[in-house]
């Protein structure tokens, strides 16, 4: 128990109030543009029109939405995405799944070697020029396999998931192999089934980061059909060089909506899957991260 | 030699499934760096790297000596410093907030909800950023002019762009680097803690003489790897969040590397502009790291 005995207790009661209401105000500023963006895009469009909306919803419309589904591309690029995310995810995990049981191995020849290759790809790269030119040596230009195989590995990743390997009891790859078991039957019947919580943590973090890729769409694809949803929201959202919605609002279904509302609907949308997931993820990631810092 | 030659067929398989990976590794980060070549090259696509010619610093010296380059710099540099400043203190502090509240549902609650702007894509920050500060509908301007002001054209003035873009980074990663600090905290001992207040320390003096120089490794951690990068700026979120008007503050090594060289496709010259910069990222970190070993134990390799 941490009680100060400079301060009088009704002294300290102001500072913990103080502390507390100053992560209120901290946590709010997180959450406002969320809920900003949410209220307009189910707000009537008159009411976004003259800017009424300021925390909750004025009325209620759903005409953000249709426009945007209603979109040529939308729909498309959200397919794109669910594709990219889940085959890349999977690509990545066992590509890092892999590497990381390969390298806790202990005694394996030229380990440090091989880390040493990988880790130093942290410190220096050659730069996005060469990168983009590799894969376009590739014949991967304008393909989806771009957005999966080029940085499929993460290395932060990697050492988190290799430190959690080495961590696990080397009695157990012993008695497997008095067994007669082969490294492969050790990695699937023990390494696997054992870690489930770290595995899940890489995998969601890989998940994560393959849905809101934009880099990735952004130098390697041309073809509007291959586009992940981050691409065609920044068309919609950010650089605003999609005449759909302008378009849109010369037709008299949608005259009274408003750029803004479509624009909110659009980024609440992309933003659906992640915040339905969240608060049950949510504690994955924390656990990642933490086994990040303590490693090191 | 025989003994590790026999381990090695012992372990075939081991490096099997090591395969996919170096392969990747070797394909999308060492090949590139071989590429690297291409800035000391006049490059020309058709006939390809090796029978390009050599031009040796040429690029380089176009670079250094082109009105942007300092202009690069200094952009790269600022961004960097407001980000320090104001940046890096803010995880810290948050930690520290939020180690003085017993009640574990609320710092458990106000960790999920801080934790949640890590993971939205920047392009949807952007986008959300660029809804609120519009000035003819952005809430921002809405609640300035009904305070009887003027709108401020936030994204089009070059003054507010760094302003801009280092409250949009705190924003976004502030709650993700505060779970690395809360986790240092939880490592230190208690028993610090209690001497400490056995010798008068109050709340602040606790956190002042304990948590601080307790978790004084991570952060000196943490600030190397932030220097190292100190010539890398989020590119991305500069391409997305400014404009021309905004160029002149926002452009920095890597978007004027996208610009010439992706969309302009004047390869050897953005190389040589990538290169540089690949090449200074390396030398601080290494600096960097040097002096961590030197004046504290704590280091990255």
Same mark, same amino acid.
């Given at each position: 128990m941490r009680s100060s005995s400079r301060t009088s207790p009704a002294g300290d009661a102001i500072v913990r109030g103080l502390i507390v209401a100053a992560l209120l105000v901290i946590a709010a500023l997180c959450i406002y543009p969320v809920l900003y963006t949410f209220s307009v895009s189910i707000s009537a469009s008159v009411a976004v029109a003259s800017n009424e909306v300021v925390l909750w919803p004025i009325g209620f419309s759903t005409t953000g939405y249709k426009l945007a589904l209603e979109h040529p591309n939308f729909l498309q690029s959200y397919a794109n995405s669910i594709f990219y995310t889940f085959v890349g995810t999977l690509y990545s995990l066992i590509l890092t799944i892999f590497a990381a049981y390969v390298l806790a191995r202990?005694? +394996? !020849?030229g380990r440090n070697f091989f880390m040493f290759m990988i880790a130093f790809t942290m410190l220096f790269h050659g730069g996005l020029i060469p990168y983009v030119l590799v894969v376009k040596d590739l014949g991967l +230009?304008?393909?989806?396999a771009a957005l999966i195989i080029p940085g499929a590995v993460a290395v932060y990743l990697l050492i988190i998931m290799r430190t959690v390997f080495q961590s696990m009891p080397e009695s157990m790859e012993e008695a497997a192999k008095i067994d007669g078991a082969g490294d492969l039957r050790i990695l699937f019947q023990i390494v696997i089934p054992l870690n489930r919580p770290v595995i899940a943590t890489v995998a969601l973090f890989y998940a994560v980061s393959r849905w809101n890729d934009f880099f990735s769409g952004l130098i390697f694809l041309t073809e509007k059909d291959l586009f992940p949803l981050q691409l065609i929201v920044r068309d919609l959202v950010v650089s605003m060089s999609d005449n759909f919605v302008k378009d849109a609002m010369q037709t008299r279904e949608y005259g009274g909506m408003t750029p803004m509302g479509l624009r909110c609907a659009v980024i609440f949308l992309s933003m659906l899957p992640l915040l339905v997931t969240y608060p049950f993820l949510q504690k994955y990631f924390v656990k990642g991260v933490m086994i990040g810092a303590i490693k090191g | 030699m025989p003994k590790t030659i026999r381990k090695i067929i012992v372990d075939r398989y081991m490096y099997v499934l090591l395969l996919p990976v170096l392969l990747n590794f070797i394909i999308f980060h060492y090949i590139p760096m071989w590429g690297l070549q291409i800035a000391f090259k006049d490059l020309d696509i058709i006939k390809g790297i090796a029978a390009s010619p050599w031009v040796g610093f040429k690029h380089f010296n176009e670079f250094f000596h082109s009105y942007y380059f300092w202009q690069l710099i200094r952009n790269t540099l600022l961004i960097n410093v407001y980000l320090l400043v104001f940046g890096f203190p803010a995880p810290i502090i948050l930690a520290l907030l939020l180690n003085e509240i017993k009640n574990k549902l609320f710092t458990k609650t106000i960790q999920t909800v801080v934790f +949640?702007?890590?993971? !939205?894509s920047i392009v949807v920050v952007v986008g959300m950023i660029k809804n609120m500060l519009?000035?003819?509908?952005g809430i921002v301007n809405v609640l300035i002019t009904s305070f009887g002001g003027e709108p401020i054209a936030f994204l089009t003035e070059p003054k507010w762009f760094r302003a801009i873009y280092t409250m949009m980074d705190i924003w976004q990663s502030t709650g993700f680097t505060a779970i690395i600090y809360i986790a240092a905290i939880m490592g230190i001992d208690s028993d610090i803690y209690e001497a400490a207040e056995i010798d008068g320390a109050g709340r602040f003096g606790q956190m002042w003489h304990v948590t601080l120089p307790g978790i004084k490794q991570t952060i000196i951690l943490l600030l190397i790897l932030k220097l190292g990068n100190i010539l890398n700026v989020g590119w991305q979120e500069i391409i997305l969040l400014s404009n021309s008007l905004t160029a002149e503050v926002a452009d920095v090594i890597q978007t004027y590397v996208y610009f010439?060289?992706? +969309?302009?496709?004047d390869y050897s010259f953005a190389t040589a502009v990538g290169a540089f910069q690949s090449a200074i990222g390396f030398i601080v970190i290494v600096i960097a790291n040097r002096l961590a070993k030197k004046y504290s134990d704590t280091y990255l390799w």
């Open positions: 202990k005694g +394996l !020849i +230009l304008d393909t989806r | +949640l702007p890590y993971f !939205i519009s000035p003819e509908s010439k060289g992706l +969309l302009n496709a």
